[in-house]
């Protein structure tokens, strides 16, 4: 069988996918700093639920302020500004202004690669912190790429469609641990079957999202090619069926945003470089 080959129309469409999913912050939305580094925003609900929060006689909160519309986070060892957030974080569960708590910390990574803090990943998007993803386009030589579709019970993009593996980066997590991690609960691939990934790139995304938070993540793209008798089991129950698409199936879905965003821009990525 030929391999697939795109179009001009499809190529420009796949590229103007991947350079719009960094997007401008929405314009409501109020900004939290490290010192003197925007590194986050909130919205106006958590914005006035924090500053309530810090601001009651009882609470003895020494390092994250609310003023002048900004929340300010001060230097700290990291540690001890976990703590402080991970009671800002608890207090928003417990007032249901967050969702699908993890009970799973990411760490926040400055430009420098130093870790500042780190706290329950569910607090991240509400803060619009940078957090940090793997994804995997599994693949075979023969032009086709395995699709998941994400159960319906999940708390984001519910039912949508995604690349065979994808998933955070905790706390503690080498971006090598997580794909092999992450390959064995969604899709059953075995360590010795993860030595094969290839590195490939990074994309980041920023885009605001509908409960009005804001998604900020790098998200670091690999490749690996899968025998054809290969059938994908998921761990998790974090994927409904797995779908093995021809390379044109697989563009028709991304072109008609069936899958996330951040997996249509994974998969937009691979298409152009595959086709």
């Known amino acids: 069988m030929a391999q697939f080959k795109m179009n001009i129309s499809a190529r420009s469409a796949l590229t103007e996918i991947i350079e719009t999913a960094y997007r401008n912050i929405p314009t409501d939305l109020l900004p939290v700093f490290f010192m003197d580094q925007m590194i986050g925003h909130v919205s106006p609900e958590i914005f006035s639920a924090?500053?309530?929060?810090?601001?009651?006689?009882?609470?003895?909160?020494?390092?994250?302020?609310?003023?002048n519309q900004k929340i300010?986070?001060?230097q700290a060892p990291p540690y001890q500004l976990s703590i402080e957030l991970r009671i800002l974080a608890e207090h928003l569960r417990d007032i249901q202004l967050i969702?699908?708590?993890?009970?799973?910390?990411?760490?926040?990574?400055?430009?420098?690669?130093?870790?500042?803090?780190?706290?329950?990943?569910?607090?991240?998007?509400?803060?619009?912190?940078?957090?940090?993803?793997?994804?995997?386009?599994?693949?075979?030589?023969?032009?086709?790429v395995w699709i998941a579709r994400r159960s319906h019970t999940k708390?984001?993009?519910p039912g949508l469609l995604d690349?065979?593996?994808?998933?955070?980066?905790?706390?503690?997590?080498?971006?090598?641990?997580c794909v092999v991690r992450e390959l064995w609960e969604e899709a059953g691939i075995n360590a010795d079957q993860s030595l094969h990934i290839q590195p490939i790139s990074s994309v980041t995304?920023?885009?605001g999202i509908e409960d009005g938070s804001l998604h900020h993540e790098?998200?670091?793209?690999?490749?690996?090619?899968?025998?054809?008798?290969?059938?994908?089991?998921?761990?998790?129950?974090?994927?409904?069926?797995?779908?093995?698409?021809?390379?044109?199936?697989?563009?028709?879905?991304?072109?008609?945003?069936?899958?996330?965003?951040d997996a249509g821009v994974v998969t937009a990525d691979f298409?152009?470089?595959?086709?």
């Open 218 to 261: 790098t998200l670091y793209t690999y490749d690996l090619e899968l025998p054809v008798n290969f059938q994908p089991q998921n761990q998790d129950n974090e994927v409904s069926e797995f779908y093995l698409f021809e390379y044109e199936e697989a563009l028709h879905h991304v072109l008609t945003e069936q899958f996330t965003i």
């Open 271 to 275: 298409l152009l470089r595959h086709c």
């Open 72 to 74: 300010l986070m001060t």
């Open 163 to 177: 690349n065979i593996t994808a998933g955070g980066l905790s706390a503690n997590e080498t971006l090598f641990n």
């Open 155 to 157: 708390q984001i993009d």
């Open 205 to 207: 995304i920023r885009r």
């Open 99 to 144: 969702q699908g708590w993890r009970d799973e910390d990411f760490s926040f990574i400055d430009e420098h690669q130093l870790e500042r803090f780190r706290v329950e990943r569910t607090f991240f998007r509400s803060m619009g912190f940078h957090s940090r993803a793997v994804h995997v386009n599994g693949y075979q030589a023969s032009g086709q």
């Open 50 to 67: 924090l500053q309530d929060f810090i601001h009651q006689e009882d609470q003895d909160l020494q390092l994250i302020h609310c003023a």
